[in-house]
Every structure is written in C-alpha cells, then in structure tokens.
C-alpha cells in the first residue's frame, strides 16, 4: 500500500480538519493538502514525465511546502530523496548524482548554491523552488489519480554515512514506514487528532518520519516560522496551539529544560517529546522529568531501521519507585513490538543478559539494503538481521543499554559526524601530513570534532578547507597538533590512545588556540 492512501483517506473522511500550521497559522485543511499533493503528482508524472520509481530530491530546511511535495512524490508513485539542509552544496550534489534524482526541489539559501552546480547531475530534468512561479505552474496542474505500489516498492531513500567512503543511499519501502508507523502507535505515543507535531528538528530525518502517524489520524502539522529549534517558540507555539508533540535531539530537549526552568513556563500545552539521535545523560533526563512531568519517550533506531528498535516509555521514566529505575533511565528501553533485537558475538549468537556485543534487529521495519551498493548491503544485512554497529548489553528483563558504537560515528545536537569524511578534506591541505578525527563528550552538543593534525597548517587556513567541502556543523570545534599520530604495529592509528589524551586533559586546560 502506498504510504499516501494515509492522507487520501484522511482527505476523504475529515477533509475539513486543520492540517499544515506556519507558526499559529492554519494554511491548508486536509482537503486541501490531498489537493495540493495531487496536483503536484500530476506535473510530476505529465509534466515532467516520470515514470513511477524515478527519485525526487528535496533540499528545503523546513517548510509548509514540504508536506505537500513529500506526498506529492508518493502519490505520483516516485521515491522521494530528502537532503539535510544543513549540507554543503557539494554534498548535496552528490546525493543528487548518486540517486539519479530527476527533479529537485529546492529553496533560496539551499538551491543558491546547489543550482549552478546540476549541470554536473545529468539525471536532473528540472529544479523547483517553492514560491516560484514554476511551483505556482505545479500546484495548477490537473491532479492525478492516486498510484497504488506494492509494499517492497520504494518510498525514501534516506542518506547516511559510513566511517568507509561517501554517504549511503538507505532503500526505505511503503512496508518499512508503515510498519514504522505502526510501532509509534503501540511503542511510542496514542496519537488523537486533536494533536499537533511541530517540526522543530530537521524534516528530512526523524522528525520528518513522524509525519505519517499525524497524517493517518487528521493531526495538525505545525512548521514553526523560525524552521527551526527555539525554545521559547516552542514554548509559545505550545500555549497557543496546545497537545503538541515533537521530536528532539537530546541537545534540544536540555535547551527547552533550561527555558522552561528560567522562565518557569508553563508546559501544559507540551503533550509529548520523543528524544533520540544521541546519548542522553542520566542527570539530563531526571532533570527534564523534574522539569517538565512525564512528557517524555526515548527511541532508538538508524536510517537502516528508522526510528524502530527500541523504546523506553513514559512508563518506564516515570516510574521512579521501580527498584531497576536508575538502571532503566540510562539504557534505550526494549525492542518494538514489530521488531526482534538481540545482542550477538561477532558469530551471530545471542549473548546471554548483561554481556556485551553487537546489536542486531530484523523485521519489516528493516531497510531493503543500501541503493546501489550490494557489498555494503551484504555487509550489513547477515542471516536476516541487521547488524547495527551499535554495542551494547542487554539485561534480563529485555531493556538495551549502548555501551559504545563500533563505527567511529561522532553524534553531535541529533547530527551525526563521521570522522573520514572530514579527516579527507583536512588532508587536502598540502601541510597535514596526517589527521584523524575523534569526538570529545560535550554536556551540550553530547560529542564535539577534535582533529589531531601532524603538520603545518594553521586552524583558520584547516576551518576554510573545512566550510569550503562539508557542512559547517561536521568542522572541528578543537584542533590538536602532534609530533606523530598514535599507532600498533600494523600501522593503524589508536583512536583509543587519542581519546585518552583528551579525558588525561585538565578541564580548563587548551593545548591549542583554536577552540570554538
């Protein structure tokens, strides 16, 4: 079933209820939504002539438009390719040539520095920005009739990133976020249609995927006018719009906690903050039930299983009498209902409680394998379970705690890093010799980039390299100089070793001058 029958059947049931908010400000019922998503189909399909299957590529921060162009695509029976905003142009582009993408959907700051650069993606047949008058030429065009698609079939194919080369295309079918959905509702949170999901966390990642659970029940979309995290927007928008639910980084939930403290705001209108995408600190998270009540609910899940591997419910937070509560607090609660998850030796056995291993899931949330790319696929995908390159333990009443990761993926405010892809750029400098990139605990951001760099090169010469290759938030917040990286015998550098020069370091202490 195709993952838009959910806002066909809601347009036709309640056609009247409120659907997309700007700020406070209702722009579209969902009669209007399926309208406006049909219409868009319809010049997708007869205008510009794709053919079902074919990728649309969407690099937009968050806007009303996005709902509307997500389901658009759907509809017209193509696969959607969302890009983080927050993306250099150049990466962006290769998402694009990667996936083949034949539209792109792009805005003002996004598309100013993607656009010149499509001539290089032979696959793009057009570029579209919302407000425009070729968007105005969309939305006018004769709607089409919804394309029905096997589960199997391709819905999104979500970019990721390995600690081995360039970014991942995750193959996401109807079936995986419909099964998705459907844990939200059992695992997650009851969602009514009187309640509202406000975007404050990027649309083209996990808050974006929370949309089909609103959509299925007439829930009101909120985009709030800053596109963005802010806390007392959020606060605001929670008092005037009331029974709002979001997902947040961990970063963002200890930002509205301080507000809220600071101000002694009253949270009523604040339903449900679904946290993930990064370690929360135990303290963090008592303080935010201190704070805040029993609003909140963990997840934890990848791009390869979004949003669906485990959970810890308000329940479980909440319950601070259970003898195991401390315990709970700080593991990632246990399995969804439609998933299996285990914890496993490097053979695949399951490893008895409190042991430590690789965690693996399977079911029908898990990812059809990477587009294009069977050997990662394969690496991946063993037995029917997904290898997850998360380790952790499991205990014996099934609740998971994350011990470490096994791919050196730096997870900074819900975002993840990954230290090649930013130790390659740094190693075009003709000065450094070598690098390599770890992540420091940080209370705020949970990790932050320390580059440990043999050579010559200055911090401000390494941070232009830096903002002219990749994303201004993947740049080291900390640069370290060395006579000589740590290494074993086989010529492999100790990641370990230079993560032990940072915990060995006085807190106030700076060994370099650039520290942001």
């Not at 006018?140 to 589960?151: M, V």
């Not at 419910?313 to 998933?339: E, F, K, M, N, Y």
């Not at 998971?400 to 990761?405: F, G, H």
């Not at 390299?465 to 074993?488: D, E, G, Q, S, V």
């Amino acid at each position: 079933m195709n993952v838009a029958c959910l806002l066909a059947r809601t347009a036709r049931s309640a056609p009247q209820r409120p659907a997309v908010f700007h700020g406070t400000r209702c722009l579209f019922n969902y009669g209007e939504l399926a309208a406006r998503s049909a219409r868009i189909a319809g010049w997708l399909r007869h205008k510009a002539g794709l053919a079902p299957g074919e990728r649309v590529a969407i690099f937009l921060g968050n806007c009303p438009e996005y709902l509307e162009v997500l389901y658009g695509a759907w509809w017209a029976g193509l696969v959607v390719v969302p890009i983080n905003a927050k993306l250099h142009a150049r990466e962006a582009l290769f998402i694009v040539q990667d996936s083949e993408a034949a539209v792109v959907v792009t805005g003002d700051e996004q598309g100013a520095a993607l656009v010149p650069l499509m001539a290089q993606a032979p696959s793009v047949q057009a570029h579209v920005e919302p407000g425009s008058a070729h968007y105005r030429s969309m939305l006018g065009h004769d709607p089409l009739a919804l394309e029905h698609r096997a589960p199997d079939e391709l819905a999104w194919i979500f970019y990721t990133s390995g600690t081995t080369g360039q970014p991942k295309g995750v193959m996401q079918t109807h079936r995986n976020l419909q099964t998705m959905t459907a844990c939200y509702f059992i695992d997650v949170d009851p969602v009514e249609p009187d309640d509202a999901i406000v975007y404050a966390a990027p649309m083209s990642h996990g808050a974006g995927f929370y949309n089909f659970m609103h959509v299925a029940v007439g829930a009101r979309h909120v985009v709030p006018e800053s596109g963005g995290f802010d806390a007392a927007e959020l606060i605001g928008l929670a008092g005037r719009l009331g029974r709002l639910s979001l997902f947040a980084a961990p970063t963002m939930v200890r930002r509205l906690v301080e507000e809220v403290a600071t101000t002694g705001a009253d949270v009523s209108g604040f339903k449900t903050i679904v946290y993930g995408g990064g370690p929360m600190y135990v303290a963090d998270i008592q303080r935010a039930l201190d704070v805040m009540g029993e609003r909140f609910v963990q997840i934890f899940g990848q791009g390869e299983s979004p949003m669906t591997i485990t959970a810890l419910s308000r329940r479980h937070l909440a319950d601070r009498t259970h003898p195991r509560w401390a315990g709970r607090i700080a593991s990632v609660g246990i399995a969804q209902s439609l998933v299996e998850v285990r914890v496993v030796d490097d053979d695949g056995h399951e490893l008895p409680p409190g042991a430590t291993g690789e965690v693996v899931v399977r079911g029908d949330a898990v990812m059809a394998g990477y587009w294009r790319n069977p050997e990662a696929s394969a690496r991946a995908l063993r037995g029917g379970w997904l290898w997850t390159g998360d380790v952790g333990a499991m205990d014996e009443e099934g609740f998971l705690t994350l011990k470490d990761r096994s791919k050196d993926v730096i997870i900074s405010g819900g975002s993840n890093i990954y230290p090649r892809e930013v130790e390659e750029v740094l190693l075009r400098h003709p000065a450094v010799r070598e690098v390599s990139v770890v992540g420091r605990p940080d209370p705020e951001w949970g990790e932050v980039v320390v580059a440990f760099v043999v050579g010559e090169a200055s911090a401000a010469e390494l941070d232009a390299l830096c903002l002219a290759h990749i994303a201004r938030f993947k740049r080291p917040k900390t640069y370290r100089w060395l006579a000589a990286l740590p290494k074993n015998h086989y010529g492999k550098i100790l990641k370990t070793d230079l993560r032990a020069l940072l915990d060995a370091e006085h807190p106030d202490k700076e060994n370099d001058d650039e520290t942001r």
